[in-house]
């Protein structure tokens, strides 16, 4: 569906998958899982008429986001300056087509990744807090966010179109997953739900504005990031309220903590489940995230 501006979103197997369309090609945000990457092909190919794949932005490392990487990259094409500019695509048995963007952490994460293929990893990794550049004649930000879902994620802001892809950082079906064993906590996650809410603007009466494209779930605005930062932000501080108490972390489960909020976002069953999250927020408030250096 059309979002704003020259932005599109494609809802499928694996993560929502973000498309900017203009003259210069297609930029592509997140690939999903590597058994949808030919549907995603075609349908990215329908959205632009035919228009070459020129970049593709991972927002954090997990499979529903990276899988279409490599089939992704070989049917791109990049654009090779000097004396005469030119369209490169796959050659020479490699693929050689559109460039990988993201950040130093998920490049350090892929590495990690047993059997990943080398068409799979980024070309370019950024190891700051922001990397940007124009294309189609829009600004694209990239802002590094660290220890939230991931230690790597990022946010993309489309800043003509008005358009935040949050990948992970916000999930629209569930309580958001920390992945502790890639740096992931809850503070994090907090921190970046309020770096989104800096460059969101809203439009009347506070609905509307800049749309902000979840990594799973529907389309949102500033309006449903400030409500999923309050809940996590509650959750997170009774938690810690029980924790300062010398609670267990069975007896901060009996609590039950996000009662009150499991009727929207609560999972008993599935890859992550509400008491997984009130176990990764548990350990987040004992041990503090990590500082960048």
Known sequence: MHVAGNIWVIVGQGGNVTVQV?????????????????????EIARISGDKPIRYILNTHVHDDHIGGNARLRSAGRQVIGGNVARDVGARGGEAAGATI?????????????????SAAMPD???????FDFGFNGEAVQMVHIPHAHT??????????????????????NSYPFIDEARGGHIDGVIDALNRILQIAVPADKQEGGTMIIPGHGRLTDEADVVEYRDMLTIIRDRVRASVAKGLTIQQVKAT??????????????????????????????????KQED
């Open 22 to 42: 203009g003259d210069a090609g297609v930029l592509v945000v997140d690939t999903q899982f590597a058994a949808g990457a030919e549907a995603l092909i075609a």
């Open 101 to 117: 963007i993201a950040t130093s952490g998920v490049l350090d994460r892929m590495a990690e990744i047993k059997d990943l293929p």
């Open 124 to 130: 370019d990794a950024f190891p700051g807090e922001l």
């Open 151 to 172: 230690d790597g994620d990022m946010l993309v802001h489309f800043r003509r179109s008005d358009v935040i892809v949050a990948g992970d950082l916000l999930n629209m």
């Open 256 to 289: 039950r903590p996000t009662l009150d909020y499991d009727g929207r976002w609560g999972q008993t069953t599935g890859r992550w489940t509400t008491e997984q999250f009130v176990e990764a927020v548990y350990r987040g408030v004992k041990a503090p995230a």
